[in-house]
């Protein structure tokens, strides 16, 4: 056998591509979750994120109201 047998590679390779799966929301899911290795994981951006840790809840409720100040602040 030799690398001439080979089929060439005519397709790109296909890219993971995973939004965040919330209705309306452009953001990239960079938060996946599975509740097991056989189900198809699920994809979030971090607000949308469902299974963030109470810690994490209160960085992006401080993170939006910073944003809030901004915005009242122009
Ligand atoms: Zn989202």
Redo the contacts with the bound molecule.
């Keep these: 056998m030799s690398d001439i047998d080979r089929a060439a590679l005519t397709n790109a390779a296909l890219m993971y591509v995973h939004y965040?799966e919330?209705e309306g929301?452009q953001?990239w899911g960079s938060w996946g979750n599975t509740p097991s290795p056989a189900v198809a994981t699920r994809w979030?951006?971090f607000?949308?994120f469902p299974h963030k840790s109470n810690e994490q809840e209160q960085a992006l409720k401080r993170k939006l109201e910073a944003a809030e100040r901004g915005d009242m602040a122009q």
Excluded: A, F, K, L
Aim: some cysteine; charged content about 25%; glycine content about 12%.
């Design positions: 965040c919330r929301c953001g979030w951006c607000e949308h």
